[in-house]
């Protein structure tokens, strides 16, 4: 299974079973960047930075610069990885539509940084056509490794070179956010359960025979 398929997979579960919370991070942690100005490297991610805190829908908020939250004229990218596995693509859809579902933002689309079709360019675009002002572009990455860094702020700025006046936003990775640890057990707890013949196979599992105990000789 790649990276991107495992991740992906591995996140979807955020959405099922776990409430949405709030995360509270710096103000520096946030850079609102207009097109056609260079991108400014975002402070480094502490784990003292993620406070989190019970929030409702329309909630997820970068708090500091943006008090009020997503607007009905901000469009949401979602991005990860992308992969040449189709079924590993398709989660990331399922996934970003049970977000839109959950949070009751307007404008959310899915976008690969590479490998798969919609780029993040398509994307931006798509945001755009829908009325968005502001493009909130989310990796769904765990980590700020290379592509946080360089890859995702250089896609993003090539695709808003289109539009006149349109802002956008480069969020932080997931990090290490609480809810992940939640995550994490859950997925362990279950494989053991499965491995032991007391629990099914997951929906990530389903069908791959990888759940299983493996003996070292």
């Not at 990276?3 to 709030?22: D, E």
């Not at 993620?50 to 929030?55: A, T």
């Not at 919609?118 to 290379?146: M, N, Y």
Request: aromatic share 8%; with cysteine.
């Amino acid at each position: 299974m790649s990276m991107s398929a495992t991740t992906t997979q591995f996140l979807v579960n955020l959405t099922k079973g776990v409430t949405f919370q709030r995360n509270r991070v710096s103000s520096a942690s946030c850079e609102m960047k207009l097109p056609n100005r260079s991108w400014v490297l975002l402070d480094s991610l502490k784990v003292e930075n993620f406070r989190s805190q019970r929030g409702s829908k329309r909630g997820l908020t970068c708090l500091g610069r943006f008090r009020n939250g997503v607007g009905d004229t901000d469009g949401i990218i979602i991005v990860d990885h992308g992969s040449r596995r189709k079924e590993s693509n398709l989660m990331l859809e399922e996934f970003v539509k049970m977000f839109k579902d959950e949070t009751g933002y307007l404008i959310v689309e899915p976008a690969h940084m590479e490998l798969a079709k919609p780029s993040i360019k398509d994307a931006f675009s798509l945001c755009v056509q829908q009325g968005a002002k502001r493009v909130v572009v989310s990796p769904f990455f765990l980590f700020p490794g290379r592509h946080w860094h360089q890859d995702i702020p250089s896609l993003t700025a090539d695709a808003a070179k289109e539009f006149s006046g349109i802002s956008y936003l480069i969020t932080a990775p997931l990090g290490p956010h609480n809810l992940l640890m939640d995550v994490v057990n859950d997925r362990i707890q279950h494989c053991l359960s499965h491995v032991e013949g007391d629990a099914d196979e997951c929906v990530v599992c389903a069908g791959t025979n990888k759940c299983k105990l493996y003996t070292s000789s």
